[in-house]
């Protein structure tokens, strides 16, 4: 039954994406990580002069801004694409008028998401490579690659991202807005997760802010697994603190999103 | 002229009993350009600022420089937003009555630019002023050529909205509005890294700018106690634009009526 739900939840998506596939999103977060990693180019080394902060090396472990940058952005792109899918599901059918007729249809919810989420991780991980080439073009080097923290690192963030995704989902549908929430939450990432910094900078209320988002530490990890400078230990530390967040969303995100559901259907019409 | 400015008055007040009546709007228009300020700024402090190369910018009175980079862009991406929103009159079709009234074509975008340059960027600027003051030692300012900048400033972010709200008087697809104008001119303008130490090819795009040439200027007086005289280049081009800007609207205007007239359809045209 489930992987039924599954396996149509992908056919269906995919079906929508080779005929009415929104491609302006597609390319506007491949040039979104472009100005991100131009902007960081520019400042690396024209404005500042490839001088950086004493600080910078310790906290990150790498003397190599460029990567550490392009690397963020990359995932930055990923998480974005993932929560613009994802969480959006619902909100599209409410549009396009099919989350009535989908209501009435017995099925699990876990499948149907998870049938969305795995065709979108093929799409981005598509999109996520050619940014990583316009990356390489700007200074993105691999500096200490590791093979089982990078998969350590992919299969953490996606069940991280997911667990996100669905949370702003359930946002979406009870406030019946994607514009603001989807960009207040890409805004706030983008300026607490330690994308293009590390997050020690930040005042004392933001790093709070950003220990509880867990794509802060999915970036910590899948830096340590491309450019190293991470001791094991804390590598490890970080992947069961980040599961263990993201279990928390994941699981505050499902009977949050049957709620939403409801108050969705209930207000439809209004 | 009264009648101009009763146009120019009506449509502001319209304009902002269409988008302020939801207090959300306060989000994209304060939150948004405060977080990327944020994330600039900090992303500097990955950087020894004080071996910058730009001679008036030092640790103390960075703050102060990206927070102008931001308080001017919140003023020409606003009009952004409205020129955005302007296509959605063609949308609801209201747009059709605007033309069957006698209202002067040009009063009405002015109006609509005015009323977005003024309401939205207000919060940014609030908050602007607060930082300035705030870190007043730091700054260098020459009053006279701030009092003319302004002036300027102003006038060119207005009519660079008229601008872009007559472009969609003609054009039904706005969306690559928002590609080409949001995060270049971020970039590009010099808002985050200042033009100065372009490389040559990234200067010529941030040349298609106008907030490029005043952002330049505003940095210049408040920082660097600019004089006019030191400025004029800048100033010229300031206001050759501004010509530019406001002859390139009329000819929009009278293009878009002509078609119309000969197609019929000001809905759909």
């Not at chain 1, 993932?82 to 099925?107: I, Q």
């Not at chain 2, 990234?202 to 490029?212: C, H, Q, R, Y």
Request: net charge positive; charged share 10%; proline share 2%.
């Amino acid at each position: 039954m489930e992987y039924k739900v599954l396996k149509a939840t992908i056919t269906k998506e995919f079906q929508v994406r080779l005929r009415a596939y929104p491609i302006s999103f597609m390319v506007g977060c491949i040039l979104t990580s472009f100005y991100t990693t131009f902007g960081a180019w520019l400042m690396y080394h024209y404005f500042f002069r490839g001088q950086l902060s004493d600080s910078f090396t310790g906290l990150t472990g790498t003397s190599d801004y460029m990567s550490y940058a392009i690397v963020g952005s990359l995932m930055y792109l990923f998480v974005v694409r993932t929560c613009l899918n994802v969480s959006r599901t619902l909100m599209t059918e409410l549009w396009e008028g099919t989350l009535e007729s989908l209501m009435l249809a017995p099925f699990r919810r876990v499948a149907y998401f998870l049938g969305n989420m795995l065709l979108q991780t093929i799409t981005t991980f598509g999109e996520t490579a050619i940014a990583a080439i316009i990356g390489v073009v700007f200074g993105l080097r691999i500096h200490e690659f590791n093979l089982i923290e990078f998969v350590v690192a992919v299969l953490i963030s996606l069940y991280c991202f997911f667990g996100v995704s669905l949370i702003l989902g359930c946002v979406m549908l009870y406030t019946r807005n994607t514009y603001i929430t989807q960009n207040t939450l890409f805004t706030a990432m983008f300026l607490v997760c330690g994308i293009t910094f590390p997050k020690e900078y930040l005042p004392f209320g933001l790093k709070v802010l950003g220990s509880i988002i867990p794509v802060t530490d999915c970036v910590s990890i899948m830096r340590a697994s491309l450019l190293g400078g991470m001791p094991q230990a804390q590598v490890v530390k970080l992947a069961i603190k980040a599961l263990a967040v993201g279990t928390v969303y994941i699981a505050m995100g499902m009977p949050l999103m049957k709620h939403a559901e409801r108050i969705a259907l209930e207000k439809m019409e209004g | 002229m009264k009648y101009f400015l009763k146009v120019v008055w009506a449509e502001a007040v319209k304009q902002h009993r269409n988008y302020f009546n939801n207090w959300t709007i306060y989000i994209s228009l304060f939150i948004w350009p405060l977080f990327s300020f944020l994330s600039a700024y900090y992303s500097y402090s990955a950087f020894d600022v004080d071996g910058t190369l730009i001679s008036y910018i030092n640790g103390k009175n960075i703050l102060v420089f990206l927070m102008l980079g931001y308080m001017a862009m919140s003023f020409f991406r606003s009009v952004v937003q409205s020129a955005w929103n302007f296509s959605r009159e063609r949308q609801s079709g209201t747009l059709e009555y605007i033309y069957l009234s006698t209202a002067n074509r040009l009063a009405v975008l002015m109006g609509n630019a005015l009323s977005s340059v003024f309401e939205s960027a207000i919060v940014m600027l609030v908050f602007g002023m607060l930082i300035i003051i705030s870190n007043r030692d730091s700054i260098n300012v020459n009053t006279i050529s701030l009092g003319i900048v302004l002036i300027i400033f102003i006038a060119m972010a207005l009519l660079w909205g008229v601008f872009l709200n007559a472009c969609f008087l003609y054009s039904r697809d706005t969306d690559f509005l928002f590609t080409i104008l949001e995060e270049p001119m971020e970039i590009f303008a010099g808002v985050k890294v200042p033009i100065m130490i372009f490389p040559a090819w990234a200067k010529i795009v941030s040349f298609i700018f106008p907030l490029t040439y005043v952002l330049e200027a505003l940095r210049q007086v408040m920082l660097n106690d600019a004089s006019v005289s030191s400025l004029s280049n800048i100033l010229f081009a300031c206001i050759g634009i501004i010509i530019v800007l406001l002859s390139a609207t009329l000819f929009t205007i009278g293009i878009v009526e002509k078609h119309m007239r000969k197609t019929g359809n000001v809905v759909l045209f």
